[in-house]
């Protein structure tokens, strides 16, 4: 149990049975009435934020959060596969729990599963990751004065925006946070 009083930016909590992350926090103390702790919290299986108030002195159970990196191995219909890497079990998790996380992942790419009480709810892929783009649109020659961009799919099939000079078969580093083109390799 951790009060209100102790929270610090990155925390994870339990409140009404859903994982919050405290994303920001502030002791309020008005010059009438009680001190409160203001917060901002994310639901880290929504991924909603919501704004909430507690007293100092509330207790809420402090969230444990499991990170255990397994390799990705493939898609079945709505089911993913993976593979512990250090006791080699497979285990299967459904499309709903992993969401749109794996959209830079190829197969065999390593990743961290994330789970409560052996309930799986999220997946953390590499912050940066090195991908083919598979097609775009050919890029012309001196149309490169404006930064403009175009779409390319890579070789796991995401969008993004590159430059123009970027064409088929090239290497592209991105960003799985914000899926935005860094350069090529």
């Not at 930016?9 to 001190?35: L, S, W």
Request: no cysteine; proline share 3%.
């Amino acid at each position: 149990m951790i009060s209100a009083s102790e929270f610090r930016n990155g925390i994870t909590i339990e409140v009404d049975g859903d994982i919050y992350v405290i994303i920001e926090f502030q002791h309020v103390k008005p010059g009438k009435g009680a001190a409160f702790v203001r917060t901002k919290i994310r639901n880290l299986v929504s991924g909603s934020i919501l704004e909430k108030t507690f007293r100092p002195s509330e207790k809420m159970p402090k969230a444990h959060i499991e990170r255990k990196d397994m390799q990705y191995l493939y898609k079945d219909g709505n089911l993913y596969y993976f593979m512990d890497t250090e006791s080699y079990e497979q285990s299967e998790i459904d499309a709903k729990d992993v969401g749109d996380s794996l959209k830079y992942v190829k197969e065999n790419d390593t990743v961290k599963v994330l789970s409560h009480n052996g309930k799986v709810f999220g997946i953390e892929a590499a912050m940066f990751v090195e991908l083919e783009i598979t097609e775009t649109e050919p890029g012309f020659k001196g149309d490169t004065a404006t930064g403009a961009t175009k779409p390319a799919t890579l070789e796991t099939g995401a969008v993004v925006a590159v430059p123009l000079f970027i064409n088929i078969g090239d290497m592209v580093k991105i960003d799985t946070r914000t899926g935005e083109y860094l350069g090529r390799v």
